[in-house]
């Protein structure tokens, strides 16, 4: 049977990737990374979802969100717009993969370990040796450290 894809419940959790094309380092700088979380941001102070974890990775982006009933499917492509319209001055053309993936979290364990995988990018490929030492990621937040780089709904 083929899989579902995109179906989004009100309330429900999601484990959410997106991919620059072709694997380009397009997030490597600083103000790249802040591109993406101010429109995270944007869209949770929106109401669009709330954001429990997240990470900026040089090729791709991780979120851990929850549909708040206002449309999480159209919130994705105006994120992705909006990063790419933030993008813009550095090139032209397609910034993004055009499917991103999406994994319903459906246990409080599930939600600990995709959190944690997430928050585990930067040390996997080395960037550091612990996560809350990452910037762009929320598990600064987890760990209790300030300053972060966006605020996260640690409530689930």
Known sequence: ?????????????YHLTTRTLNGAHTFASEEAKRAVVEALAFYRKAGQWRVHAFVVMANHVHAVISETGAGLKDAIRDFKKWVWHEM????????????????????AREMKQVIEYDHNNPVRI?????????????????AGLTPVAMEVDMAW
Not at 132 to 142: I, K, L, M, P, T
């Open 88 to 107: 813009s001055a550095a090139g032209n053309g397609p910034l993004w993969e055009r499917r991103y993936d999406d994994n319903a979290v459906r246990s």
């Open 1 to 13: 049977m083929p899989r579902v894809r995109h179906y989004f419940e009100p309330g429900g959790f």
């Open 126 to 142: 080395g960037l550091v040796r612990r996560p809350e030492d990452y910037f762009w990621s929320s598990a600064r937040n987890y």
